[in-house]
């Protein structure tokens, strides 16, 4: 749709799909297959201020009469050497019937952009809220302090809202294992196999920050997704950390 890339290096593909979060998410709609990424309606805040009665309404047609999310997609956000996670608003379960809810909340995410705000670049999408949450969370698909391959998921499979992981909000449970060995995840969380494994085949990336929510239907919801800021000095090779591996292997089962 008119965008396009010149590819000079590895991550050119990854750079390019992964820009703002409601681009990253309107990219990656029309191509995963393993997951669903919710519509949204996305502007920036410049085209807010001048257009905001027919984004208001094209909002209420794309979202009538249902609970509605308003985000951030800031340009500061994230990036490959940054994560911003956190620094910015969202605001849940807006009335999409309300006019004055809907702008409330736009106008709260703006504020929070603070006084750097670029109007032209950064900019506001609204998704419909996820219903029926059974599992929502986390995961991480490289050791963040290593940059190893382990998947870590943290996830709530208690509360049924998709915002506890990242709010901090209750105890969680989490789940580790070999990127090789994704099989041995719980049962609950096997379906995140394939959606990992697309993923990263569509991006060429492999170090990913994925928030997701699985509703009682069994349906995946991509949330939002960033990539992982390494710390690339203190990574193994993958030599190094293969030897390290086995030695580990080798001693705990001389130790059984």
Not at 91 to 96: A, F, R
Not at 188 to 208: G, Y
Request: charged share 30%; net charge negative.
């Amino acid at each position: 749709k008119g965008d396009w890339l010149k590819r000079d290096d590895d991550l050119s593909i990854s750079r390019f799909v992964m820009s703002s979060k409601g681009k990253t998410l309107e990219r990656l709609q029309r191509i995963v297959k393993s997951a669903n990424i919710l519509d949204q309606v996305r502007c920036t805040v410049v085209k807010w201020r001048e257009t905001q009665d027919n984004l208001i309404s094209k909002i209420q047609d794309s979202f009538p009469n249902q609970p509605i999310i308003v985000r951030s997609s800031s340009i500061a956000e994230d990036s490959f050497t940054e994560s911003k996670a956190g620094h910015f608003e969202s605001i849940l379960n807006v009335d999409s019937s309300s006019v004055s809810s809907i702008v409330d909340a736009v106008q709260e995410v703006i504020v929070n952009f603070g006084d750097d705000t670029i109007e032209e670049k950064d900019e506001i999408f609204i998704q419909p809220m996820v219903q029926n949450i059974a599992i929502s969370g986390v995961l991480f698909t490289k050791d963040i302090k290593t940059g190893a391959d382990y998947v870590l998921i943290n996830y709530d499979d208690r509360s049924g809202r998709s915002d506890t992981v990242t709010s901090g909000d209750s105890i969680l449970s989490s789940a580790i294992a070999f990127k090789e060995r994704l099989d041995l995840l719980p049962d609950k969380l096997l379906p995140l196999k394939d959606v990992i494994i697309e993923i990263e085949r569509v991006l060429d990336f492999d170090a990913l920050d994925i928030e997701f929510a699985i509703s009682r239907d069994g349906k995946i919801n991509i949330l939002q997704l960033r990539p992982i800021t390494l710390d690339h000095s203190k990574r193994f090779s993958d030599e190094q950390f293969s030897d390290l591996l086995s030695t580990a292997r080798k001693q705990f089962l001389e130790l059984q």
